[in-house]
């Protein structure tokens, strides 16, 4: 397939959506308490906000995206299909053995699709996971590096599955060349991810990109692409394509610099700004894991990101999921639909049952909500306090998951504005094979380190002690009951027991975050 095949008739229709959503970004970005203020001004209500936050056509868009609504996360699934192999750059966190390592952890393997294979995979998934309303292409190399292959999938799910919203990430190179096409295939939700606006920084993450038929190394390779970035991503605002930028946090090397990309990009309409830590270790073969360079701490990833917020909010729960993932952020299902598993699998797409079964989930989230703002009276005590708690989750924003069975664990900031979800922490699992893992325990109790509590469906005698031990309290009392809900309750209790001298409150130190390659978490 060629790019110019693409010129033709592939078009889904007029840009008049376009037109109008560009409007309702204006709109958005003059809404109370998201005014723009010159240059560095507030530009979008970000991940965390709700149908109270911005306009109805926005809302609309995001609703159900699990990238773009932190809350849509917990009850809405996404799907990649990896039909782009080729890459135009190279990254030092990159090893080309693997997938795209800007929405990928590194020493992750997809399996390759054709476009035809990544359709029929859709129409899989989404006949068996009715949740699922987001289908992205994000690699295994850069999606518009492999511009045929890339909008001839988008093209074929459009035809068979229109309810179903499509996603794209890039690094940015080509993306000028694209965004009319992007446009034209109505693909709303396009990731640039931007480590850099200062060439000199760019220098040190970019070895060289392959541009106008030549590789370019250095200062000149990164000043054009960030100058393509820049430029692609004022081309998607003026469109009103909701963009969102991924930066890796490489400390050292950007960690402070990110603070100006976030103003640039924020400048220039971006919906959301996702900092994510550097995942680096010598068996990844990649330059910065072999050079010895560090990814951040747990608290270093969150004061950058605390530090953005204050002018743009910032997605904090993205899992840097793999260019064939499939399911919610927190799991993955890929190894259920493998082509051979796909290609036999009877397929009866279902409109009318995924749009019931997407009813019951917006009861649901709308109770969870409910519940939410019941517990919001009596936290002004906390004053200034503010502490993190952990929580074993399958999702549904509800606290379902065993100890020994969580492979992640979500973490939310209590405060007397409430409870607000910050991150979450990749672990080794502590239960394998139905016995407690004693190093694997440790490592939970590194990643979760900085917390005061951990909340579980169920957790055995053994762990409680040495989680009480480290001094995080071990909660089993809420199992099956909403997250924030219970968080707030729980928290309530705790700052009568402080204010009552039951207990003493201290500061929790940092905490680590998993640098390990994650190969197959469903196989
Ligand atoms: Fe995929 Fe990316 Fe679309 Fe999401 S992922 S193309 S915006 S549908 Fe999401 Fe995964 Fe993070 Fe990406 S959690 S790596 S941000
Ligand atoms: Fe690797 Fe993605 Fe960077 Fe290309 S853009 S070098 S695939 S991380």
Redesign the pocket.
């Known amino acids: 397939m060629t790019e110019a095949m693409f010129e033709d008739s592939h078009s889904n229709g007029s840009d008049d959506s376009a037109v109008d959503i560009a409007d309702v970004m204006q709109k958005m970005a003059e809404h109370k308490g998201c005014g723009t203020e010159g240059g560095s001004g507030k530009a979008s209500c970000g991940s965390s906000g709700g149908p109270e936050d911005m306009p109805p056509e926005i809302w609309e868009k995001v609703k159900n ?4 609504s932190e809350e849509a996360h917990h009850h809405y699934a ?1 799907m ?1 299909v990896a039909v782009a192999p080729a890459c135009n750059i190279q990254c030092n966190y990159c090893n080309r053995k693997y997938d795209c390592a800007n ?2 952890r590194p020493g992750v393997v997809s399996e390759r699709l054709t476009p035809e294979q990544a359709s029929k995979k859709v129409l899989a998934v989404a006949s068996t996971i009715p949740q699922m309303t ?5 690699g295994p190399g850069d999606p518009l590096a492999n511009p045929g292959k890339t909008f001839e999938t988008f093209r074929l799910i459009s035809e068979v599955a229109p309810d179903i919203k499509l ?3 890039t690094n940015g190179l080509a993306l000028p060349d694209w965004v009319d096409e992007i446009a034209k295939y109505k693909v709303d ?1 396009v ?1 640039i991810t931007i480590n850099m606006v200062d060439p000199e920084v760019g220098q040190h993450i970019y070895p060289w990109i392959f541009w106008e038929n030549k590789r370019l190394t250095g200062y000149e390779a990164a000043k054009i692409l960030t100058e393509r970035q820049l430029l692609g991503l004022e081309m998607l605002t003026e469109r009103g394509i909701l963009a ?1 930028i ?1 930066s890796v946090m490489i400390p050292g090397i950007n960690d402070k610099h990110l603070v100006e990309v976030n103003k640039a990009v924020k400048s220039r309409g971006a919906f959301l700004h ?1 900092i ?1 830590p550097l995942i680096s270790a010598p068996e990844h073969g990649t330059v910065f894991g072999l050079n010895g360079q560090r990814g951040p701490t747990a608290q270093e990833l969150k004061a950058l990101q605390d530090e953005c917020e204050g002018d743009m909010n910032m ?1 904090r ?5 793999r260019a064939d ?1 499939v399911g919610l ?1 927190g799991e993955d299902r890929s190894a259920e639909f493998t082509t051979d598993k796909i290609m036999a699998m009877e397929v009866n797409y279902d409109s009318a049952g995924r749009k019931a079964y997407q009813e019951a989930v917006e009861a649901e989230r709308l109770a969870k909500v409910a519940a939410k703002q019941d517990e919001l009276d009596g936290l002004e005590k906390a004053g200034d306090m503010k502490i993190l708690v952990a929580v074993a989750t399958k999702g549904h924003g509800i606290i379902n998951e065993h100890f020994g069975h969580a492979k992640e664990f979500q973490i939310y900031e209590l405060s007397q504005t409430g409870a607000k979800f910050v991150g979450h922490r990749r672990v080794d699992l502590y239960c394998q094979g139905g016995y407690g893992e004693e190093d694997a325990l440790e490592t939970v109790i590194k990643a979760i380190n900085d917390c005061h509590a951990v909340f579980v469906a169920k957790i055995g005698g053994c762990p409680k002690a040495d989680l009480t031990e480290a001094g995080i309290e071990p909660v089993d009392q809420y199992a099956h009951e909403f997250i924030e809900k219970s968080a707030l309750v729980w928290f309530k209790d705790y700052l009568d027991k402080v204010e009552s001298g039951e207990i003493v409150h201290a500061d929790r130190g940092d905490a680590a975050i998993r640098q390990g390659a994650l190969i197959s978490e469903a196989g």
């Open positions: 995206h699990p990238c773009y996404r990649h929405e990928s987001v289908l992205g292409i994000a996603c794209v990430s939700h990731t969102k991924n996702n994510m997605m729960h993205c899992r840097q999921c993932a952020l």
